[in-house]
């Protein structure tokens, strides 16, 4: 799939304007060229940092690898069902790492299920769950984007990559550490789209905010059909 720069760029002045997330998505959907058996394995890091009672930041890290596969997918039906397809999420906990570099081996295994709506932009916080479901959307504070070659791995791709400084509630992001209820949460976000990668395209997510940070990064993918 080829991206129209000209619709891309309309498309973020109208959801900034509105203050939709997300304004740094494709103009489709890419889960419309999903299908039942496509799925992607991440990498994934997680940073959270507090401070201890002598005013000494300590961070503590866990490693994990986040296995997405597409397990359901339905068709709009004259209203009454809407066009989704339904993702099936293992997140396997390698290891924790704690302030003092100790390596804590585990073999933790969460499981989750999200559900994408196809008429809408893909909502990449809430489907890596860095922040939670029910909340507002945020406020579009700052925008970049372009096209980076990065390498992961072994393996180079040539990206749509694209940066935001998105203000959010502290409710909303499910990690937040040290920050005032009434105070306004910038996050900063980036992420690497690749056409022919299935799902969402994602092959580097990364978010932080104060206290806390994620980052993804494609290990592999495979598609039950040719990508078109």
């Known amino acids: 799939m080829k991206t129209n720069k000209k619709l891309l760029t309309l498309f973020y002045i109208v959801l900034a304007t509105l203050g939709y997330t997300t304004v740094y998505a494709q103009p489709d959907n890419s889960f419309n060229r999903a299908n039942i ?7 994934v890091v997680k940073e959270t940092t507090t401070v201890n009672t002598n005013g000494e930041k300590q961070t503590t890290k866990t490693y994990s690898e986040l296995r997405q596969t597409i397990t359901k997918k339905t068709d709009a039906f004259f209203g009454v069902a809407k066009s989704q397809v339904t993702i099936d999420q293992t997140n396997v906990i390698l290891r924790h790492v704690s302030a003092s570099g100790e390596v804590i081996a585990t073999n933790e295994t969460e499981i ?15 489907m890596f769950g860095v ?11 700052g925008h970049e984007h372009g ?3 990065i390498t992961l791995g072994s393996k180079s791709y040539d990206t749509f990559w694209a ?3 998105m203000g959010f509630s502290p409710s909303a992001i499910k990690e937040i550490q040290g920050v005032s209820v009434n105070e306004m949460v910038k996050a900063d976000v980036s992420l690497w789209l690749v056409d022919n ?3 969402s395209g994602i092959v580097k997510f990364q978010f932080q905010v104060p206290g806390f940070g994620k980052t993804l990064e494609i290990k592999d993918f495979g598609t039950s059909k040719a990508l078109k």
């Open 37 to 43: 058996g496509d799925w992607v394995l991440f990498t």
């Open 131 to 141: 922040i939670g479901e029910g909340t507002g959307f945020p406020l579009i504070i």
């Open 147 to 149: 096209n980076k070659q």
């Open 163 to 165: 940066h935001n400084i």
């Open 197 to 199: 990668v299935p799902l």
């Open 112 to 126: 989750s299920t999200y559900v994408v709506d196809l008429s809408k932009s893909i909502d990449y916080e809430r």
